[in-house]
Structures are given as structure tokens and as C-alpha cells.
């Protein structure tokens, strides 16, 4: 089993940043591909961006990309999600997920946090 909690979320205004945290404990961090995904109201739960277990490989959807950093430490059993130059549109639940080993860009993750909310006003 692996825990993971999520943390970071809030309010922000348009343009502003806010980091996510994960902290995952239980099984040995790093042999788990680490992934963020968000859902708002009323869609589906959309991947957001994702990173192999040793950090070398990093994914994005097209939406987030050049704003937002997924990163990991493993010493600390944490991923991170830096997000800058937030927008409206990025307002939904944050949710982190592990997956042994391989890195994948659909839902199929075996570990889920109950996430955090991300709310940007315009």
C-alpha cells in the first residue's frame, strides 16, 4: 500500500503561482512513476503531468505546459507541482497518483490521494 496526501491547494488570483505537494508513504517511493491529474465540476478527471520513478522523465498535457514543473525528491517521498501563470481554467481538484514503475499519461495509476483544491479567479 502507499498513502499519498496532497497539500498546497488554494485561492489565487489570475497570473499567480501556487506549489502542490505529495507526500507519499508506505512502499518505497521511488520505484513508483509519480503523476498528477485534476478534475473540475461536472468533467472528467484529466491527466496534468507525470514523472518516472528516477525523475530523468517528465510529461505534460499541452494545456499546462511552460507553466507548470512536476518534480520529485525521493530522499523526501514527495512530489511537487509548480504552477505559475495560473488561469481561470486551471481551477479543479488536484489529485496525485503512483503507478509502479512505468510512467503513463491515462488514469491507470494503482495509488490515489484525495486531493486538493485549486481555485483561480479572474
Not at 54 to 59: E, P
Not at 86 to 99: F, G, S
Not at 103 to 117: A, E, F, I, K
Request: some cysteine; proline content about 2%; overall charge positive.
Amino acid at each position: 500500500q502507499v498513502q499519498l496526501v496532497e497539500s498546497g491547494g488554494g485561492l489565487v488570483q489570475a497570473g499567480g503561482s501556487l506549489r502542490l505537494s505529495c507526500a507519499a508513504s508506505g512502499r518505497t517511493f521511488s520505484n513508483y512513476a509519480m503523476g498528477w491529474f485534476r478534475q473540475a465540476p461536472g468533467k472528467e478527471r484529466e491527466f496534468v503531468a507525470a514523472i518516472s520513478w528516477s525523475g530523468s522523465f517528465t510529461y505534460y498535457v499541452d494545456s499546462v505546459k511552460g507553466r507548470f514543473t512536476i518534480s520529485r525528491d525521493n530522499a523526501k517521498n514527495t512530489v511537487y507541482l509548480q504552477m505559475n501563470s495560473l488561469k481561470p481554467e486551471d481551477t479543479a481538484v488536484y489529485y496525485c497518483a503512483a503507478r509502479w514503475r512505468m510512467v503513463v499519461t491515462t488514469p491507470q495509476y494503482d495509488y490515489w490521494g484525495r486531493g486538493t483544491q485549486v481555485t483561480v479567479s479572474s
